[in-house]
C-alpha cells in the first residue's frame, strides 16, 4: 500500500466534496436574468474543479494498492483537459462579466475550444505510454517528449488568465462596499491563486520532496477549499467580528419582500 | 404705451408723456429729436432696419427690441414698432414704443426661479440616492447582527424577547426592501439612457419574459396587440410594462388574471394602454397609487412595499408623457399611457443628477453596477 498515494487521494476528494458542495449551491443561487449566464459560469467553475480533484483523488486511490493501466490514465488525462478547458471558461467568463458587465461569450468560447483542441493534439501527439506515480500523483510519460516554444506558451495560456483573474478579482476588494463582499473576495481570490499555485508549482517537489512535502502539498490544497467554504459558510467568530454574512437572511428576504 | 410722431427726417415733432417717461426725458425735451439719437449705438442698426421695412411699400415693419438710452441712467429695454403715413410736404413716421423692464425682469425671475427648481430636484436626487446607499451598509449591520441574537438567543429568553427579535428582524428586512426599492427610484432618472427608436413589442416581449414565472404561477392570460412604436429608453419603457403587468398579476380577483395590453397612434403620441379584470383602484385612489411606498392594501393581503406604479409613473415622466388609471372593461383597472413618438424631452440627454460633472456621474454609475453585480455574484 502506498501511503503517499492514500493521502494525496483522501486529501483531493475532501477538496473535491467542499468544491462540489459550494458549486450545488452556486447553482442553486437566485439571480436576475442578466446575471444568470455569468452565475452559471461560476458554478460550472467550481464543480468542474470538484470533477478534475476528484478524478486526481480517485487515481491516487486507485495508485494506493495498484498501477492503475495506462488506458485508463490517457483516458483520465483527456478528461482533464475537457473539464479544465470548461472550468476556466466559466471562470474567465465571470470575472470578466463582474468587472465589465459583459461575458465576453465568444471570445473566451473560442479561446478554450481553440486550448482544448491544441492541448489534446499535444497530448495525442506525444503518445503517453507509461503510466508513472510520483509521490502519490498519477501521470504520465510520453514517447515523444514534448517540449519548445509552444510548451511554454501552452503553459503560460493554462495559468496567466487565471492567474491575472484571480488577482483582478482580488482587487474588487478595494472596491466593494458590502463587508461580506469584501470577505469573500478576498478568501475566494487568494484561494483560487494558492490551488493553481499548487497545481503548477509542485510545492512538494519545491520542499524537497517525500511524505512531510507531499502532506504539506495536499494541506495547502485542502487548506484553499476550506478558505472557499468559510467564504461562503463562515464560522459564528467570523460573522460576530468582522459583521459578515453567509447566506445573507437578510437580502435574501428582502429580495422576496420586493414587489415584483 | 409710449407713442412719436416723427417728421420726414424722423426727428420727433410730439411725444406723449408716457414715451418721455420711458426714455427719462422731461416734457418737450424729445421735440427735435432724431429716434436714432434715443437709443443706444447697438440698437441703432434696429432702428434703421425698422425705418427701411417701414419706407418699403405695402410692408409692415416687424416689431424691434431696441435699449432707449437714457440720460444718466441705465439703457431701458424697448419694443417698437415704426409705421410710416403721408404728411405735408413729405411723409411722417409714427413710432409704438412698449417698456420691456417688467417683462424682462419677470423673466429672469423666472428664469432664476427654474434653475432653482432644478437646483433643488438635482439636490433632492442626489439625497435620495446617496442616502438609500449609505443607509444600506448599516441596516445590513443591524439585520445580521440581529440573525446572530436570533440564532444564538432564541428559545434561552423569554417569549416576548422571541416576539421582539421577530419585530426586529421583519424591520430590518422591510427597511431593507424599502431602500433598495429607493434606489430603484432615483435610478430612474440618476441610470436612464438617452433615447432611441425602440420597438415596443420588443420591450413587452421582454416584460413578459421577465414574468414568465409568475405568469404561469398565477395562470395570467395575455393579449398583446400591435403596438406603436415610440422613441425612448428601452430598458425603462420594460421596466415600465413589467411593473403594471406584474401589478394586474398580483392584484387579481377570484378569477385567474385576464391582461390586455394595446397602442394606437393619436397624432403626434400613442396611446398605450394595459387593462385587467384584477380588484379594481376605487376613483379616490387613483392619484394615490403613483405616490411612491402608498399602498392600498395591508401587506398581509398584498405583499410588496408600493414602488411599483411611482416607477413607472417616473418613467413615463421621464418620457415627457402622462399615465392615469381608469375603470377596468368591464371591471378591473386599466392604465393609459400616453407617450410622445418621437422628440427629445428635456430629460432625454443626460438627467439632472448627470449635470452636476459628467465625469463623476459616469463614474458613479459604473462604480454602482459593479456594486450591484458584486452584491449578486460575489
Known amino acids: 500500500m502506498d501511503n503517499t498515494a492514500f493521502v494525496a487521494g483522501v486529501a483531493s476528494f475532501i477538496g473535491a466534496g467542499v468544491y462540489l458542495f459550494l458549486g450545488y449551491k452556486l447553482a ?9 449566464l455569468p452565475a452559471a459560469q461560476f458554478a460550472l467553475f467550481w464543480l468542474g474543479l470538484a470533477a478534475v480533484t476528484s478524478l486526481g483523488g480517485a487515481l491516487s486511490l486507485i495508485a494506493t494498492f495498484t498501477l492503475p493501466s495506462d488506458a485508463l490514465v490517457v483516458t ?4 482533464e483537459i475537457l473539464l479544465l478547458s470548461a472550468m476556466l471558461w466559466g471562470l474567465l467568463g465571470y470575472l470578466t462579466y463582474l468587472y465589465t458587465g459583459r461575458s465576453y461569450l465568444l471570445f473566451w468560447s473560442s479561446f478554450y475550444a481553440t486550448f482544448y483542441f491544441v492541448l489534446t493534439y499535444v497530448i495525442t501527439a506525444s503518445e503517453p505510454n507509461v503510466v508513472t506515480v510520483t509521490q502519490g500523483t498519477v501521470g504520465v510519460q510520453y514517447a515523444t517528449a514534448f517540449g519548445g516554444p509552444l510548451l511554454y506558451v501552452l503553459i503560460a495560456l493554462l495559468i496567466a488568465p487565471e492567474f491575472i483573474g484571480a488577482i483582478l478579482y482580488f482587487t474588487l476588494v478595494f472596491r466593494a462596499r458590502d463587508p461580506t463582499v469584501r470577505f469573500r473576495v478576498t478568501l475566494v481570490s487568494w484561494s483560487i491563486i494558492l490551488w493553481f499555485g499548487i497545481a503548477t508549482l509542485n510545492p512538494a517537489a519545491l520542499l524537497g520532496g517525500g511524505f512531510v512535502a507531499e502532506l504539506v502539498s495536499h494541506s495547502l490544497g485542502v487548506g484553499a477549499a476550506i478558505g472557499v467554504l468559510i467564504a461562503y459558510y463562515p464560522p459564528r467568530w467570523v460573522r460576530d467580528r468582522l459583521g459578515v454574512t453567509g ?14 | 404705451m409710449g407713442q412719436l410722431i416723427l417728421d420726414s427726417g424722423a426727428r420727433v415733432t410730439r411725444a406723449n408723456p408716457a414715451a418721455e417717461h420711458m426714455l427719462g426725458r422731461r416734457s418737450g425735451e424729445l421735440q427735435g429729436l432724431p429716434l436714432a439719437d434715443l437709443v443706444t449705438a447697438e440698437s441703432r442698426p434696429q432702428v434703421e432696419r425698422a425705418f427701411a421695412e417701414a419706407n418699403a411699400p405695402g410692408s409692415v415693419a416687424p416689431l424691434a427690441r431696441v ?40 423673466v429672469a425671475a423666472l428664469t432664476e426661479r427654474g434653475a432653482q427648481l432644478a437646483r433643488s430636484n438635482r439636490d433632492l ?36 424577547a ?30 436612464g439612457r438617452p433615447f432611441g427608436p425602440l420597438s415596443m413589442n420588443a420591450c413587452v416581449a421582454d416584460a413578459l419574459r421577465n414574468l414568465r414565472l409568475v405568469i404561469e404561477e398565477e395562470h395570467g392570460h395575455l393579449d398583446v396587440g400591435p403596438l406603436p412604436d415610440v422613441e425612448g429608453d428601452p430598458t425603462q419603457i420594460t421596466q415600465l410594462f413589467q411593473n403594471l403587468v406584474a401589478n394586474a398579476l398580483k ?70 408623457g402622462t399615465i392615469w388609471a381608469a375603470d377596468g372593461q368591464p371591471t378591473g383597472t386599466t392604465f393609459f399611457i400616453q407617450l410622445p413618438k418621437a422628440h427629445a424631452p428635456p430629460w432625454s440627454a443626460p438627467g439632472p443628477a448627470e449635470a452636476i460633472s459628467p465625469l463623476h456621474a459616469a463614474r458613479r454609475r459604473a462604480d454602482d453596477l459593479i456594486q450591484d453585480r458584486m452584491k449578486e455574484l460575489v
Open chain 1, 247 to 260: 447566506i445573507d437572511p437578510v437580502r435574501a428576504a428582502s429580495r422576496a419582500a420586493t414587489p415584483r
Open chain 1, 28 to 36: 442553486r443561487r437566485r439571480v436576475s436574468p442578466a446575471s444568470r
Open chain 2, 125 to 160: 436626487q442626489e439625497f435620495t440616492y446617496v442616502a438609500s446607499h449609505d443607509l444600506q451598509e448599516p441596516l445590513r449591520m443591524v439585520g445580521s447582527y440581529t440573525q446572530l441574537v436570533g440564532e444564538r438567543y432564541r428559545g434561552k429568553l423569554d417569549p416576548q
Open chain 1, 76 to 79: 483520465a488525462v483527456h478528461t
Open chain 2, 67 to 106: 435699449e432707449g438710452d437714457v440720460p444718466g441712467g441705465a439703457p431701458v429695454p424697448i419694443e417698437l414698432v415704426v409705421g410710416r403715413f403721408p404728411e405735408r410736404g413729405g411723409a411722417g413716421y409714427g413710432v409704438i414704443l412698449r417698456d420691456l423692464q417688467a417683462q424682462e425682469a419677470l
Open chain 2, 162 to 191: 422571541d416576539e421582539f427579535l421577530t419585530f426586529a428582524q421583519q424591520g430590518a428586512v422591510r427597511m431593507q426592501a424599502l431602500l433598495d426599492d429607493l434606489v430603484i427610484y432615483s435610478r430612474v432618472d440618476t441610470r
Open chain 2, 251 to 320: 392584484f387579481h380577483g377570484a378569477e385567474a388574471p385576464r391582461i390586455v395590453i394595446r397602442g394606437e397612434p393619436r397624432g403626434g403620441e400613442v396611446l398605450y394602454s394595459v387593462g385587467d379584470n384584477g380588484i379594481g383602484i376605487p376613483p379616490e385612489y387613483r392619484e394615490k397609487v403613483f405616490v411612491i411606498f402608498q399602498r392600498l392594501h395591508r401587506r398581509e393581503d398584498y405583499p410588496g412595499t408600493g414602488i411599483g406604479l411611482a416607477v413607472a409613473k417616473k418613467v413615463v415622466e421621464r418620457h415627457g
